[in-house]
């Protein structure tokens, strides 16, 4: 990518409409030079040192993906430049988890040089698709929590919003998933194996932060070394957040942890070679590997010390930046912090971010504890993402004495002052007392890190209606009624830019030629398509994309995975986290009776269906595991049987991620969202394949009840029984009532456990009638399986009629505007941040 091919060429075709490309990216003191060598020939001969003529693919995307970070650099640094010299109050954002997905197809797109890169590509023989493949997904996330943080700053940064993003380095994804006699096998995800292009090194910036003992090497493990303190360096490692048009590009820090001393020099030369690396091995593991396996006392304290590792280097690092803009020469000077920062916590992970900069404010500010306690609160934000008790975070109450001591007093005294006001406003109300304190009692004693996110701030938001209206009522009442001014919804969205514009480009063609490209920043825009569902001109427009991007999967699952599917039968997907909750298993049961259906009626007129499932396991979650054994052995059965061939067809495809997701979701005509009422926070997912225009087959749960709102409930298929229901009916629920009263329930059932689908593995299946009828089928499996079973019905009647569906089709996307992330943003910086845009001149 010579930089003539890029920045001269760009100029003078006025790419996109914007303007002068050149000096846009030329707005520093280095001039591009628009030598034919300027960029890509140089990265690609001099980066490695090897001929040009004999380089890989790999080599290839590198000399690329730097080309690019050279044509972005210079606006990167006058973003920071405009932050420091205009002094906005900074939004940052902490999460451990940052899903990113793959970067240089974003980043070309969103500083808009896509018709010049395609140019030189093509003039180059460069195969993009082909090296596009040879980046790996960033492995810094598992699921949902993560996407959003990737699609927050993205809108942040779109949106002209001054905010950094905050979050670990992690060498190891959370694990690369393959399958072995359709169980579920974990390798390391080592995406750091080569260089990431993207991010840069920033150790001049390091922070060094103490825990309260340290780590010795005994019997081949780390023991912790009570009363001796020791001491961690986090070095940041930085990465552009390009926000769409090129002009604010913002940054996402993440750090790794390393050891002061990386030798023990005595010990190494008295031939100890273990011990002389006992400390830098130590400091290193905290970020080697995402979500350490938590099933074993030692993952979680690794959990609970990256989590403080996070928050002590994050916060270090934002005081260092608020006091570069705001001289604090007297402790009356931190009165502006408030005014100047905004800290959004994403779950309970980084809630020790409330006892940390009560410690800075306290130790290091020298405040009072009244004032340091206001500007914390005025400072702090949390979000809530779970309804479900065992994912709200509680920490031992020993690890604090053994690993932050100090933490624990404040934490200590938060909590006196917090259960003084509670006897004071609610005088005899013992329950109460013991629900809202921060420590937990009854037993070993633990830290509530959702109680003092709470407490510690002043907003608590939860991410769709019906979850945040359940956390204020259910999970969190007794604080919610202390506290009402302090809680709040914010919906959750997705970026159109990755999630159509990028993935989909068939729909994007076909959206932009009906109404223009304003859709891609402003996505309330798709409401214009509404007159359009029943104009049969743009609906078979619509129809041709959703046939384009399906045989785009059919053919890069072909090539990459070796599977063959029909692009004519409906794909029929439900990807995400394989878990109870989200009943990966009710829609297998479904499967069965259809299948069931058709064994005992062969000539039964069905729609040829493609069903996929995607997702990863917990590796201790040993239930979840059978069912992803299930879902494979019923994709064999299935195809084994010449009854159905040809007309049911399973895939569980290995290794789901941002990629994968990207080449899926575009291609599907069902989206899946059949969590049980009231546990599903929010969901994503079902916002993507939304606007991608798949119909959804759902629950009343999470944002799908908000998005089958906005596009009408005659627009989707959906069933089951609602929160109230699931909650009313938990004292006397009994699934042996439908395996009892249901045939086909039943005749499903029993055809599972009579190992028709492990006729070589007997009773391998048995773990799964324990949770479906003698463990009581917590997740009401069988309650809604008639029901879904009807909404099916609806669907392909529906599908037989293509007017009729298309028209739903279009319905959906038309109202999909309301689910981008840029509005969510646009709500988070009114209300809870006061945070303004920062335009880059």
């Known amino acids: 990518m010579s930089s003539d091919m890029t920045m001269a060429d760009a100029t003078a075709s006025n790419v996109s409409g914007s303007t002068d490309l050149l000096q846009q990216y030329g707005c520093g003191p280095i001039h591009f030079t628009g030598t034919r060598d300027a960029l890509y020939e140089r990265h690609l001969m001099f980066d490695h040192v090897v001929d040009p003529t004999s380089v890989g693919p790999r080599e290839r995307y590198e000399a690329v993906a730097r080309s690019v970070r050279d044509v972005l650099s210079q606006r990167w640094l006058r973003t920071e430049q405009t932050y420091e010299r205009e002094n906005p109050k900074r939004v940052y954002y902490l999460s451990l988890e940052f899903l990113i997905g793959r970067s240089l197809a974003n980043n070309v797109m969103n500083l808009l040089l896509d018709p010049v890169v395609a140019r030189v590509a093509d003039e180059k023989g460069i195969d993009w698709l082909a090296l596009l493949e040879e980046e790996p997904d960033a492995g810094l996330g598992n699921g949902g929590l993560g996407r959003l943080a990737a699609c927050f700053i993205d809108s942040m940064a779109t949106m002209q919003i001054p905010a950094m993003g905050y979050g670990l380095r992690y060498e190891y994804g959370i694990f690369r998933q393959s399958l072995r006699d359709g169980w579920q096998q974990e390798q390391p995800d080592n995406w750091l194996r080569r260089p990431d292009p993207w991010e840069v090194a920033r150790p001049q910036e390091s922070v060094e932060i103490t825990l309260g ?18 001491s961690l360096l986090g070095i940041p490692y930085d990465r552009p957040v390009i926000g769409y048009g090129g002009r604010t590009i913002n940054t996402l820090r993440l750090w790794a942890a390393a050891a002061p001393h990386a030798l023990d020099f005595q010990a190494f030369s008295a031939g100890d070679f273990v011990s002389a690396l006992a400390e830098r091995l130590s400091a290193e593991s905290l970020t080697r590997v995402l979500y350490p396996d938590d099933s074993t006392s030692m993952g979680q304290g690794l959990r609970f010390v990256q989590e403080y590792f996070l928050v002590a280097c994050s916060l270090a690092d934002l005081v260092r930046r608020f006091r570069r803009t705001n001289p604090v020469d007297s402790p009356t000077d931190w009165r502006v912090l408030p005014d100047k920062v905004a800290v959004q916590l994403n779950d309970t992970h980084p809630s020790l971010t409330v006892s940390e900069l009560m410690r800075i404010l306290l130790d290091d500010a020298g405040l009072g504890w009244e004032e340091a306690w206001d500007l914390t609160r005025r400072t702090l934000a949390y979000t809530n993402h779970t309804l479900l008790p065992e994912a709200l975070e509680k920490w031992p109450l020993p690890w604090f004495e053994l690993l932050l001591p100090r933490h624990l007093e404040i934490i200590l005294e938060i909590n006196r002052r917090l259960l003084d006001e509670v006897r004071a406003r609610f005088p005899g109300d013992e329950g109460r007392i013991e629900r809202v304190s921060l420590i937990e009692e009854g037993g070993p004693r633990k830290i509530r890190m959702a109680n003092l996110a709470i407490v510690g701030s002043h907003s608590t938001n939860g991410v769709a209606a019906i979850h945040s209206d359940l956390l204020r009522t259910v999970t969190v009442k007794d604080l919610a009624e202390l506290y009402p001014e302090r809680f709040s919804n914010k ?33 309330s825009q798709l409401a214009k398509l509404t007159p359009l569902a029943d104009d049969g001109a743009f609906q078979d427009a619509v129809r041709e994309a959703k046939r384009a991007m399906k045989h785009r999967f059919v053919a ?6 070796g599977i063959a599917v029909d692009p004519d039968t409906i794909f029929d997907c439900q990807i995400k986290r394989i878990h109870e909750y989200k009943r990966q298993l009710l829609n297998a ?9 058709m064994r005992q009626n062969p000539g039964l007129d069905m729609a040829p269906r493609t069903f996929f499932f995607a997702g990863k396991v917990a590796p201790a979650y040993r239930l979840a595991k059978v069912i992803i054994k299930f879902l494979n052995n019923l994709a064999a059965a299935i195809d084994d049987d010449p009854v159905v061939q040809g007309r049911l067809r399973v895939v569980f495809l290995p290794e789901y991620g941002v990629s994968l997701a990207e080449k899926l979701i575009p291609a599907s005509d069902v989206s899946n969202q059949i969590s049980t009422a009231g546990y599903e926070a929010s969901g994503t997912s079902n916002m993507k394949f939304m ?86 089928d917590r997740f009401m499996h069988l309650a809604d399986l008639t029901a879904y079973l009807e909404a099916d019905r609806r669907l392909l009647a529906s599908y037989a009629a293509p007017r009729d569906w298309t028209r739903k089709v279009i319905m959906n996307i038309a109202n999909s505007g309301r689910f981008s992330s840029d509005r969510t943003i646009a709500e988070y910086a009114a209300e809870i941040w006061d945070a303004k845009p920062c335009p880059v001149p």
């Open 213 to 230: 003992c340290s780590f010795e090497v005994r019997n081949g493990t780390f023991a912790a070394v009570p009363g001796r303190p020791s």
């Open 491 to 523: 919906t959750n969205g997705v970026t159109p830019r990755r999630w159509l514009r990028l993935a989909n480009p068939a729909l994007s063609r076909c959206i932009t030629d009906a109404i223009g490209d304003g859709w891609i920043t402003d996505l």
């Open 556 to 561: 890069w699952l072909a090539s990459t995975n």
């Open 589 to 597: 049961l479904r499967i069965v009776v259809l299948y069931n259906r």
């Open 691 to 776: 606007m991608n225009g798949a119909l959804t087959i759902g629950t009343r749960d999470g944002a799908t009840i908000e998005m089958a709102q906005a596009a009408g409930e005659e627009n989707f298929f959906l069933f089951g029984l609602t929160a109230d229901q699931v909650s009313g009916s938990a004292g006397w629920y009994s699934p042996f009532w439908h395996h009892h009263n249901e045939p086909e329930t039943r005749a499903a059932l029993d055809l599972i456990f009579s190992d028709h689908f492990s006729r070589n593995e007997p009773g391998i299946f048995e773990p799964l009638r324990d949770a479906l009828l003698t463990g009581g």
